[in-house]
């Protein structure tokens, strides 16, 4: 599980990390909004926790970008007031839950936990299933029966094992490419297409999901028809 932490009070945005890191849950922080809606377009989280006062861009506004880019990740906003207006204008924004500051560490927890709502299975599994599909990420095989098996380069192997533990999102073609080929690389996007071409291929020969292509974003798994 990774989750985005946004939060221009420095200390705190610190003992927020070392906090969610002590329940094994990887934390990324950024401190003004402009970093933190960079790192929630390109990386996909299970859950941001998310400032409402932020130099820059405001935890509103970064809510409304990532809606209306079809991120659809969870969001918890941190608000300083616990006054109506604050708390319904970042729901109508579409944050999922809020937070009055302060808060207790353990209801922060609970509610990261709620929204994240991560099957346990997944958490230090070297296995991972969609819907009949059983994939195994050590030996890359993916199968839907015994004799139903194909075994999936390295690359497929990681669009796939994302497409999984994000299955009910899009994924967005640069989520996909930073996540697989890293932030450095300087991946033609025609490339991710090719490896997406092959991963298909394997997929119906296993009988097994389809990769949909959601236009003019990304990528979504979809059970087979
Ligand atoms: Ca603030």
């Not at 015994?146 to 075994?151: A, G, T, V």
């Amino acid at each position: 599980m990774r989750v985005l932490i946004v939060e221009d009070e420095t200390r705190l945005a610190e003992a927020l990390v070392r906090l969610v890191a002590g329940e094994h849950i990887q934390a990324d922080m950024a401190t003004d909004g402009e970093e933190g809606l960079h790192l929630a377009l390109t990386v996909p989280y299970d859950a941001i926790v998310l400032d409402r006062m932020l130099p820059g861009l405001d935890g509103l506004e970064i809510v409304r970008q990532l809606r209306s880019h079809d991120i659809t990740t969870p969001v918890l906003f941190l608000t300083a007031r616990d006054s109506v207006s604050d708390r319904v204008s970042g729901l109508n924004a579409g944050a999922d839950d809020y937070l009055v500051k302060p808060f207790a560490t353990e209801e922060l927890l609970a509610r990261i936990h709620a929204l994240a709502r991560r099957p346990v299975e997944f958490v230090h599994s070297n296995h991972l299933t969609f819907e009949s599909l059983e994939f195994d990420l050590q030996t890359r095989e993916i199968r839907t029966s015994e004799e139903n098996m194909e075994l999936l380069s390295p690359k497929e192997s990681q669009i796939l094992e994302m497409l999984i533990r994000h299955s009910g999102k899009v994924l967005t073609r640069r989520q996909l490419m930073d996540n697989v080929w890293g932030y450095e690389a300087d991946v033609l996007e025609g490339v991710l297409d090719t490896y997406v071409h092959h991963l298909r291929k394997r997929l119906l020969a296993v009988s097994g999901p389809v990769i949909q292509t959601v236009r003019g974003v990304g990528y979504t798994l979809k059970k087979a028809d």
